[in-house]
């Protein structure tokens, strides 16, 4: 690992409200699914809303909104229109990767101890989620959520099982992932290679990956089909909220 980045570099691991910052990527294509999924209608309201209503409050001190460039003005006009007191929803364009997203994303957040990257595609995730993947954060650094793969995962090419691999020791990683903001910077800045997400930047540079207990139903918003999972999957949850 280089020694610019050490664990020591922030003296109080304490969370404090104005420590941890919140990236939201919603810049995708939105190819596999066919439209811009993230402004999709989910039960009255955008799917990006979703995501941020459950994740950007306290101990989130600032949030930052990336959204396609044509989606600027909408997105502006959205955050104002959600913004509690005290914590703003900054807004910036996203790029050609996630990653380049993302890297936006830490611009407009300015410094933080603790940045939190989220999938705006991921409308279903809990503030108690947050709450799990910080936690697993200040242990290590560095934590992603994730779970337990329930199907049996075989690499193939070319159409032929090439290898079965052990089951047990694999997950799938979803997001909150949440880092130290420096260390995460530092592994943006450190490497261009194509990433799926941010802990693979990070497990490059060398820093360990914690692992937060995810949830089955933070289900990503990939093709057509999945809009009406998240639907019924948030309709139940809001009936069993009210005993329904
Ligand atoms: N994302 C982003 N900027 C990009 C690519 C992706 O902000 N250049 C965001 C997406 O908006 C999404 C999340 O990263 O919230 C996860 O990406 P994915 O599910 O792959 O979404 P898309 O890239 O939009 O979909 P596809 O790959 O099917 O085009
Ligand atoms: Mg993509």
């Known amino acids: 690992?280089?020694?610019?980045?050490?664990?020591?570099?922030?003296?109080?691991?304490?969370?404090?409200?104005?420590?941890?910052?919140?990236?939201?990527?919603?810049?995708?294509?939105?190819?596999?699914?066919?439209?811009?999924?993230?402004?999709?209608?989910?039960?009255?309201?955008?799917v990006l809303v979703h995501a941020l209503e459950a994740l950007?409050?306290?101990?989130?001190?600032?949030?930052?909104l990336v959204v396609a460039p044509a989606r600027l003005a909408e997105a502006r006009a959205?955050?104002?229109?959600?913004?509690?007191?005290?914590?703003?929803?900054?807004?910036?364009?996203?790029g050609a990767r996630r990653q380049d997203s993302v890297r936006n994303g830490l611009l407009a957040l300015g410094q933080c101890a603790w940045v939190a990257v989220h999938?705006?595609?991921?409308?279903?995730?809990?503030h108690a989620l947050l709450l799990r993947t910080l936690a697993a954060a200040q242990a290590t650094?560095?934590?992603v959520a994730a779970v337990p793969v329930q199907d049996t995962i075989k690499r193939v090419a070319q159409g032929i099982?090439?290898?079965?691999?052990?089951?047990?020791?694999?997950?799938a990683v979803q997001t909150p992932q949440?880092?130290?903001?420096?260390l995460l910077a530092?592994?943006?800045?450190?490497?261009?290679?194509?990433?799926?997400?941010?802990?693979?930047?990070?497990?490059?540079?060398?820093?360990?990956?914690?692992v937060a207990e995810g949830a089955y139903d933070n289900i990503k918003i990939t093709t057509p089909g999945d809009l009406a999972l998240a639907a019924w999957l948030l309709a139940n949850r809001v009936e069993a909220r009210q005993g329904g």
């Open 178 to 182: 949440v880092f130290r903001g420096a």
């Open 78 to 94: 959205l955050a104002t229109a959600l913004s509690l007191p005290g914590l703003p929803i900054l807004v910036a364009p996203g």
């Open 56 to 64: 950007a409050r306290p101990p989130v001190a600032r949030v930052a």
């Open 1 to 46: 690992m280089s020694d610019e980045w050490s664990p020591d570099t922030h003296h109080s691991s304490r969370i404090t409200h104005h420590s941890l910052g919140l990236i939201v990527v919603a810049a995708g294509r939105g190819e596999r699914f066919g439209d811009d999924k993230v402004w999709a209608e989910l039960l009255g309201r955008p």
């Open 119 to 126: 999938d705006a595609a991921r409308p279903l995730a809990t």
């Open 141 to 143: 650094g560095a934590a």
């Open 186 to 210: 530092q592994a943006h800045r450190a490497q261009a290679d194509d990433a799926t997400d941010d802990a693979v930047l990070v497990e490059r540079y060398g820093a360990r990956v914690g």
């Open 161 to 171: 099982v090439m290898e079965t691999l052990p089951r047990a020791e694999l997950w």
